[in-house]
């Protein structure tokens, strides 16, 4: 089943159960997907799917981040929950520990790189998590090699 059919069943089952808060968000996922999908002018892929999710999380991360800024902390709730719900369509996230053994590792491939060689490390880095279907924040991983670059 793809994700766009699983989330459809999903949309089903909270308008029976009366859940408007889940069946808001799935809504909007939904919607996301069907615009990529214009856009793209072809059905996408579960990879390209799981893109869409990841732009959806990120855009949750920051408006809870300014939500809370603003004092607005029941906002800041929903969009959380929101992102909680959209992750567990997503594959399992990577943790910081498996993030800083990736970015080892891609160091110790390139030999001693200096802080210059950031762009490449982190191009590196990012490929090899996506090549081994692992979800990682960006942030994360930039942080995990300006640690190790910094650390040389």
Known sequence: MSLSEQIQKDITAAMKARDEA????????????????IEKMAPLDDKESQQVLSTLIKQRKESVE?????????MADKEAAEITLIETYMPKAADEAAI????????AEMG???????????KRAMAKF???GMRVDGKVVSEAVKKELAGK
């Open 130 to 132: 996506n090549a081994a």
């Open 66 to 74: 300014q939500f809370t800024k603003g004092g607005r902390q029941e």
């Open 100 to 107: 800083v053994a990736g970015v080892k590792s891609v160091i």
């Open 22 to 37: 889940r069946l808001s968000t799935l809504r909007m996922v939904k919607t996301a997907l069907k615009n990529r999908e």
């Open 112 to 122: 001693s790189p200096a802080m210059k060689d950031m762009g490449a490390v982190m």
